[in-house]
């Protein structure tokens, strides 16, 4: 069992930054592959970016040099660097643990992002 709690969300202006958090408890960290999906208003939640075990990270068209995916095995954190923010990216970010060969798959409860001038 893996418990994620996202943090870093906010009201910024397009062509600001944020930086996202996820902490992750009850397992171990590191064997899960990570990622942040997001779901803005009246639409399905998408992949923005994941990282995963062996840190290898692959990224949305959307946001692919704009927004960076890292972790922190040793503080069993994801984050989410995002920059060159834009009004299409408003959306509640969700942080996801995976590991698919043994069936596992967990959310956070998300943290809401607005890009608004």
């Known amino acids: 069992q893996v418990q994620l709690v996202e943090s870093g969300g906010g009201l910024v202006q397009p062509g600001e930054s944020l930086r996202l958090s996820c902490a992750a408890s009850g397992s171990i960290f590191s064997m899960y592959a990570m990622g942040w999906y997001r779901q803005a208003p009246g639409k399905q939640r998408k992949l923005v970016a994941v990282?995963?075990?062996?840190?290898?990270?692959n990224y949305a068209d959307s946001v692919k040099g704009r927004f960076t995916i890292s972790r922190d095995n040793a503080k069993n954190t994801l984050y989410l660097q995002m920059d060159s923010l834009k009004p299409e990216d408003t959306a509640v970010y969700y942080c996801?643990?995976?590991?698919?060969?043994?069936?596992?798959?967990?959310w956070g409860k998300g943290t809401l992002v607005t890009v608004s001038s």
């Open positions: 996801n643990a995976r590991r698919t060969v043994f069936g596992m798959d967990y």
């Open positions: 990282v995963t075990s062996s840190n290898n990270t």
